[in-house]
């Protein structure tokens, strides 16, 4: 493919955007949460996991820990066990239970809405970060998860793998309004069309603007 310029990037990534909301006009976080703590401690269970399996997981959980001083100071290996099926199991746990103690504790048990002070917290990465502060506090932010490593690769509007290289990369081509459903509508058709090792190009409404494409 001959070298795009900018203006030319971000042209095609507003069709892009275009045609995913068509595809999936309900797009949207895939987590169950309540509130922001809750989104944070799904969002944390879900490294290395499904959202299905963090859903299956969270009301439970959600239930026996009701309150953010009931993260902070529960016993660790209790909790790790709670979040077993989720794998890294321990790590989550100390994360969690970490984060959760910083936010009661230097925060009056509310999570901080932003990205200084969210990258403070134990375990918490400008992913988990992003996804709080997009979903929960409406500032504008970019998720990459693999999805979004893969498909905008595949999409070439990046031939970087590294995510927080590809958020910065990304981020210029697409109008801040959108950088938080960008991620939603890319995860969607990561998970319906553009599959990972077998995307369904024949189905794909953006094979016609996609140099990856197989048809
Ligand atoms: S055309 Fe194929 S490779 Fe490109 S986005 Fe669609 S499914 Fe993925």
Redesign the pocket.
């Known amino acids: 493919m001959p070298k795009e310029s900018k203006q030319l990037k971000r042209k095609r990534m507003a069709q892009v955007i275009a045609r995913l909301k068509k595809e999936y006009p309900t797009a949207r976080t895939s987590l169950d949460y309540k509130n922001a703590h809750q989104l944070l401690v799904s969002t944390i269970l879900s490294a290395q996991c499904t959202d299905k399996r963090v859903n299956m997981v969270t009301p439970s959980l959600f239930k026996k820990y009701k309150t953010v001083a009931a993260f902070a100071y529960c016993n660790a290996n209790e909790l790790s066990e709670d979040i077993r099926s989720t794998g890294y199991h321990n790590q989550k746990a100390k994360s969690i239970q970490g984060a959760s103690l910083m936010i009661q504790e230097e925060y009056a048990g509310e999570v901080p809405g932003t990205m200084e002070d969210l990258l403070e917290l134990p375990g918490v990465g400008r992913k988990t970060a992003n996804c709080v502060l997009g979903t929960v506090f409406n500032v504008p932010s970019m998720v990459i998860d693999t999805h979004m490593v893969r498909?905008m690769n595949?999409?070439v509007f990046t031939q970087k793998k590294d995510p927080v290289k590809i958020e910065f990369e990304i981020m210029v081509l697409v109008e801040k309004k959108e950088w938080v459903i960008l991620t939603h509508l890319i995860i969607a058709?990561g998970r319906h069309?553009?599959i990972a090792r077998r995307?369904?190009?024949t189905d794909?409404c953006?094979?016609d603007i996609?140099p990856?494409?197989?048809?």
Do not use: A, D, E, Y
């Open positions: 498909i595949l999409l058709h069309v553009c995307p369904q190009c794909c953006l094979s996609c990856s494409s197989l048809v």
